[in-house]
């Protein structure tokens, strides 16, 4: 759901949601899972990870 260079990509990760949830038709449950499997795969202390995805089950009760 990132990249290293989002310039060279000609976009950034809020547009490349977007474009996958309305041209890929990618779910708003599926945009959230992408979004978990990111940070538990991210080289993150666990602490800030849990605090990540804390605000993330958040988000996911509310828009979900």
Aim: aromatic residues 12%; negative net charge.
């Amino acid at each position: 759901m990132h990249s290293d260079d989002p310039a060279y990509f000609r976009s950034y990760k809020a547009e490349n949601i977007e474009k996958m949830s309305n041209d890929a038709g990618v779910t708003r449950q599926e945009l959230v899972q992408l979004e978990r499997n990111a940070f538990e795969a991210a080289w993150l202390p666990p602490r800030k990870r849990e605090a990540f995805l804390d605000k993330l089950d958040a988000f996911e009760k509310e828009f979900c």
